[in-house]
């Protein structure tokens, strides 16, 4: 017993110190390395923008104090009360043959190079537009959200959320004069659906709520309901009573249900606003047919 | 000097003969560091004055950074922090002891071989920014042997942005961020 005991504290060590090992293997010679390998990173956002009133260079730093706007003219600088102070000048580059600059230019057609320099250390490169009116003003923070248009979101609340393959349930399959047909919602439980669609810096999230649904038999009787009703074989809630045979209404009666959602978005995880609901229709050709009573002999 | 490969793209005409110069032996760039020209009498035949070359801040700073980095490629592959002492201060001076403290843990050395893409951004008389985008080829090497002497490299792109300013009549590295090139 006490072997294996000792059996086992030994693999438990040999797995720690292997582990451990493996970890924190020193480099080899002839291995590739990184000159300056502790240096911290210097990777954050810049971003240029044009508007109808110039050119704004804004700088996402998180620790820099945001929202702080200069004013425009000559080399650009800010001051904030808790944050850095930055500048933006002009990068003269002359001929210069510099590789990333040529390619830089390259992605940013018509644009000069802006030196950002802040004193809280930041430094970046800003491709502002040759024909800016004026120096760009410099903003300390993300740039600011565009409007989005209540309209074009509500025009698209359906194809932003994604709606489940519903469809209209009927039993019987042949419905019956005088016999009561179920109907329900057939592929939807009736929960609250969710999409979003993203597009650059916005988040557009829609959410759908069924506020009801409408009936539509085809024979001239409607029924506004909030039920789904309930898939055969249960016996569904939703009934009706079809009086005469859908021979005389080309073959079959045209069943609509219009089920209404109340509908909301919001931008970038922001309030809920309301938007108008949205109705989604869905129709079934329901065929009804007349029983017939026959005579036989009896005898 | 052994291992160093630089090939530099530069601002100007004027500031690429610099670095030429700075790339082409193992001395130290001859730069005049002042600003204003000066004339001198030389012991010429001819005895026509030589104007030594007025250097811009760009050219200043360039060769300065060009001299940093062979310093620094010999202090870590020397493991001597006192190497690179001329050509950096402050934060990065105390960044390279720390990297070669760890360097002497591991029990390497560090064979740089980059080629260099950069460029000169004066923010004042005193001070300035090189933005650079380094090819990467290095290597570990044995700390006493220094073998190998030639290895395959990564061939990484890295943009190393460098803050430096002037002490005096030099340059020197004060600071650096770094950030990977996709």
Known sequence: ?299 | MAGRLQSVSLASVALAIVIVTACGGDDEPSVTSTPTPTATRTASTTNTPAVTPTLSIEEEVGTAYLAYWDAYAQAVLNLDTGLVEGSAAGEELASIRAEIETLQADGVALRVVVAHDFLVVPTSETAATVVDEVTNNSFYVNPVTKDPPEAEGSGELTRYTFFLERAGERWVVTRGLREEVD
């Open chain 1, 1 to 299: 017993m006490s072997r294996m005991r000792s059996a086992i504290a030994g693999l438990l060590v040999a797995l720690v110190v292997g582990s451990l090992a493996s970890a924190q293997t020193p480099p080899q010679p002839g291995e590739t390395a990184s000159p300056r390998p502790n240096l911290p990173g210097g990777s954050v956002g810049i971003d240029v923008v044009s508007g109808p009133d110039g050119v704004t260079i804004y700088i996402g730093l998180i620790e820099l104090a945001p929202g702080t706007e200069s004013s425009p003219g000559g080399d650009d600088t800010i001051s904030t009360t808790d944050g850095p102070n930055c500048a933006a000048s002009p990068i003269n580059i002359g001929n210069a043959s510099v590789g990333w600059v040529r390619e830089g230019l390259a992605a940013h057609p018509d644009t000069v190079p802006w030196a950002v320099n802040c004193d809280s250390g930041y430094f970046g490169i800003a491709w502002v537009p040759t024909d800016a009116p004026a120096a760009p003003d410099v903003v300390v923070g993300e740039p600011p959200i565009p409007a989005v248009d209540p309209v074009a979101v509500q025009a698209s609340v359906l194809g932003i959320v994604p709606l489940p393959p519903m469809k209209i349930g009927a039993n019987p399959d042949v419905g019956l004069v005088a016999m009561p047909a179920w109907f329900w919602v057939d592929g939807y439980d009736g929960s609250t659906l969710r999409g979003s669609r993203t597009l650059g810096r916005i988040t557009i999230e829609v959410e759908i709520t069924p506020a009801g649904y409408h009936w539509t038999f085809g024979d001239g009787d409607v029924l506004d309901t909030f039920s789904l009703g309930r898939p055969y074989p249960i016996e569904s809630d939703l009934r009706h009573t079809y009086e005469q045979s859908s021979l005389m209404a080309g073959g079959t009666f045209g069943v609509r249900l219009d089920i209404t959602f109340n509908a909301r978005y919001r931008v970038n995880g922001g309030a809920w606003l309301p938007l108008a609901p949205v109705v989604q229709t869905y129709t079934r050709e329901y065929p009804v047919q007349q029983l017939q009573s026959v005579l036989t002999s009896s005898r």
